[in-house]
């Protein structure tokens, strides 16, 4: 029985696995609550606007003036922009997690996910998440969004690494059953836990030497 490749990449989505979703439905719901708006009107705009926002045609000043400052506001963009940024937080175990393996084992990490160019960057930065990710190929990079086939496709050509040594971490199923569709193998993330068995049933263990 032919024995599987070995892994030589990591693909990893942000939001969900390394850190909170950037601008989710509950965080929008918080926002709504604390500056006074109306949660449907906000959602609704939201729905319309945002995908154009992660796939970098419109900016976050953009977005929110079609979102939220519509009309006249007692707060500025600045208070607002505030409130979005400090509602990513990390996941510290995954995190160490992923910078560990890749450390161990030579890894290639790239990052693929959707998300908003200045959202991203601010994600970037304060968690540091450069200082272990070779390459980001984030929605408002490169116009292209999940579930597009077409996402995975350019992550393979700048990666470099043959589709059979390549590990996808994503929390999303859609996500993770396109990506198998490519022939990467996946885990679905839902818990720390739960990760490491799993990346351990496929040599990749945070102790000891590596293989």
């Known amino acids: 029985m032919k024995q ?15 850190l909170t979703d950037g601008w989710g439905h509950e965080y929008r719901a ?13 959602e609704l705009r939201h729905h319309q606007a945002f995908d154009t926002y992660e796939v970098g045609r419109l900016s976050l000043k953009e977005y929110l003036d079609q979102v939220v400052f519509y009309e006249q506001r007692t707060f500025t963009h600045a208070q607002f922009e505030h409130f979005m ?5 990390p996941y510290p175990q995954m995190i160490a997690l992923i910078r560990g393996l890749k450390a161990k084992y030579g890894l290639k990490v790239i990052v693929v996910s959707n998300e908003g160019r200045e959202l991203n960057a601010h994600r970037i930065r304060t968690f540091q998440l450069d200082t272990f990710v070779d390459a980001f190929i984030s ?20 990666a470099q690494v ?33 990760t490491c068995r799993d990346l351990a049933s496929l040599g990749l263990t945070q102790d000891g030497p590596a293989a």
């Open 4 to 18: 599987p490749d070995k892994i030589a990449a990591l693909f990893v989505d942000i939001g969900g696995v390394l």
């Open 139 to 158: 929605s408002c990079y490169v116009h292209l969004r999940k579930p597009d086939p077409e996402i995975f496709r350019l992550a393979l050509d700048i």
């Open 30 to 42: 918080e926002a709504a609550k604390a500056f006074g708006l109306d949660l449907e009107a906000m």
């Open 85 to 89: 940024l400090g509602q990513s937080q």
């Open 162 to 194: 043959p589709v059979q040594q390549v590990l996808y971490l994503e929390n999303t199923p859609m996500f993770t059953r396109i990506a198998e569709g490519l022939g990467l193998r996946c885990l679905l993330h839902t818990d720390y836990a739960t």
